[in-house]
């Protein structure tokens, strides 16, 4: 059994349809003499039909465009938001159908822990370093004030490298690199089997990224810990990821072993993705390949249309009129397209 199983995830959020969209629709609408479009009823599709699973120890990277739905799943996974239906399953029990209010006294709550792109969204501007990491000890870990607590919390704040000195310090008095180390000691606290990471480092300058993603590396090596790892970097995530997911516009694009996939896309918008990253360009994906046209609405799109159609490179006419589902592709990756690119035979292979 693995860790984690997600069957068929979808978060749709309800949206008033305001602005350039209302008078866009209203416009297609009266162009269709079809009377004007009311201002509500309408949902945007953060997250559809997601569907993966995470093994004990693994680490599963989460990529795509700004808006495509990572922090959405990231927050579905770890019971922040409601799924507006699908299954999520830990440890062999569906969370999901446990509602997020709920969901902080439930047995597995101490077992996923999130680590937020900004610290600061994690760590009260009223609570010493020293009080935000031994308030999940306390809360979930049942711990009293005393001495363990004491020794738990200055044991935590060694393993993340934050000098015992600082524990006394508000979030004000600490630099971007040492908050980010007292939101991973406190979402560690408990020793989790799933943590959950949304772009944990992006708030930080390059050589402090460095330094706290080889800390990441390491917790993962020393405590056996899962992660479901948000980036917009995809050299990070090749560096601290076995497997990756692509997602478009709230959909899996593709799926698979890290190294399969930057080496040999499938999806059209993996290639794009990957030809954009310099240093993990090979062969004839030198060329960075720029895509062309405005991306589709996520508010009611059309469930019959690929959602890449209108900027795929590839699209045909059956791109529009049939959604593509996820299918294994030669080399171990899934891909939703009705064109994938072809992996080169074995023979060819060898002399590329
Ligand atoms: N609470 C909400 N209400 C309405 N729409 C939302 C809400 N949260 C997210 N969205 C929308 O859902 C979509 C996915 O957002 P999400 O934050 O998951 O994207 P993302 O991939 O994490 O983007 P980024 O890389 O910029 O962080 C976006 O269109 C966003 O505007
Ligand atoms: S199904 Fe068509 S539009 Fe969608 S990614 Fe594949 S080729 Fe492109
Ligand atoms: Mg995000």
Same mark, same amino acid.
């Given at each position: 059994?693995?860790?984690?199983?997600?069957?068929?995830?979808?978060?749709?959020?309800?949206?008033?349809?305001?602005?350039?969209?209302?008078?866009?629709?209203?416009?297609?609408?009266?162009?269709?003499?079809?009377?004007?479009?009311?201002?509500?009823?309408?949902?945007?599709?953060?997250?559809?039909?997601?569907?993966?699973?995470?093994?004990? $120890? @693994?680490? #599963?990277?989460?990529?795509?465009?700004?808006?495509? %739905?990572?922090?959405?799943?990231?927050?579905? &996974? /770890? !019971?922040?938001?409601?799924?507006?239906?699908?299954?999520?399953?830990?440890?062999?029990?569906?969370?999901?159908?446990?509602?997020?209010?709920?969901?902080?006294?439930?047995?597995?709550?101490?077992?996923?822990?999130?680590?937020?792109?900004?610290?600061?969204?994690?760590?009260?501007?009223?609570?010493?370093?020293?009080?935000?990491?031994?308030?999940?000890?306390?809360?979930?870990?049942?711990?009293?004030?005393?001495?363990?607590?004491?020794?738990?919390?200055?044991?935590?704040?060694?393993?993340?490298?934050?000098? $015992? @000195?600082? #524990?006394?310090?508000?979030?004000?008095?600490?630099? %971007?690199?040492?908050?980010?180390?007292?939101? &991973? /000691? !406190?979402?560690?606290?408990?020793?989790?089997?799933?943590?959950?990471?949304?772009?944990?480092?992006?708030?930080?300058?390059?050589?402090?990224?460095?330094?706290?993603?080889?800390?990441?590396?390491?917790?993962?090596?020393?405590?056996?810990?899962?992660?479901?790892?948000?980036?917009?970097?995809?050299?990070?995530?090749?560096?601290?990821?076995?497997?990756?997911?692509?997602?478009?516009?709230?959909?899996?694009?593709?799926?698979?072993?890290?190294?399969?996939?930057?080496?040999?896309?499938?999806?059209?918008?993996?290639?794009?993705?990957?030809?954009?990253?310099?240093?993990?360009?090979? %062969?004839?994906?030198?060329?960075?390949?720029?895509? /062309?046209?405005?991306?589709?609405?996520?508010?009611?799109?059309?469930?019959?249309?690929?959602?890449?159609?209108?900027?795929?490179?590839?699209?045909?006419?059956?791109?529009?009129?049939?959604?593509?589902?996820?299918?294994?592709?030669?080399?171990?990756?899934?891909?939703?397209?009705?064109?994938?690119?072809?992996?080169?035979?074995?023979?060819?292979?060898?002399?590329?």
């Amino acid at each position: 059994m693995s860790l984690l199983e997600v069957w068929d995830l979808t978060k749709k959020f309800p949206v008033q349809a305001g602005g350039a969209v209302a008078h866009l629709k209203g416009t297609l609408r009266r162009l269709r003499g079809e009377g004007l479009e009311t201002a509500d009823g309408h949902w945007l599709h953060a997250v559809d039909g997601v569907s993966f699973q995470l093994e004990r $120890g @693994e680490s #599963l990277g989460l990529v795509g465009e700004s808006g495509c %739905g990572k922090s959405t799943l990231a927050r579905l &996974i /770890a !019971r922040l938001h409601d799924p507006t239906s699908g299954v999520i399953n830990f440890e062999g029990e569906d969370i999901g159908a446990v509602p997020a209010s709920r969901f902080v006294r439930a047995k597995q709550r101490p077992r996923i822990q999130m680590v937020f792109q900004d610290p600061d969204e994690s760590l009260n501007p009223a609570h010493t370093a020293f009080s935000s990491i031994a308030d999940p000890l306390r809360r979930l870990g049942g711990m009293r004030p005393g001495a363990a607590l004491l020794q738990r919390v200055e044991a935590l704040a060694a393993m993340v490298g934050l000098p $015992g @000195e600082l #524990l006394a310090r508000f979030p004000h008095q600490l630099s %971007g690199g040492q908050k980010a180390r007292v939101g &991973i /000691a !406190r979402a560690i606290a408990l020793e989790p089997s799933l943590l959950v990471l949304d772009e944990p480092t992006s708030a930080l300058d390059v050589s402090v990224q460095a330094v706290i993603l080889h800390l990441l590396e390491d917790l993962k090596h020393r405590l056996g810990m899962s992660y479901l790892f948000v980036s917009h970097d995809l050299n990070v995530v090749r560096l601290l990821c076995q497997r990756v997911l692509v997602m478009y516009l709230g959909k899996v694009a593709e799926t698979g072993p890290t190294d399969e996939l930057f080496e040999r896309p499938a999806h059209p918008y993996t290639r794009a993705l990957v030809s954009a990253v310099p240093a993990i360009d090979a %062969g004839d994906r030198k060329i960075r390949l720029h895509l /062309a046209g405005e991306p589709r609405s996520p508010i009611d799109p059309d469930p019959n249309v690929c959602r890449f159609y209108g900027r795929c490179p590839k699209g045909e006419a059956r791109c529009a009129r049939e959604m593509p589902i996820l299918r294994r592709v030669p080399g171990g990756a899934e891909a939703a397209c009705h064109f994938p690119e072809p992996h080169p035979r074995p023979a060819e292979a060898r002399f590329a």
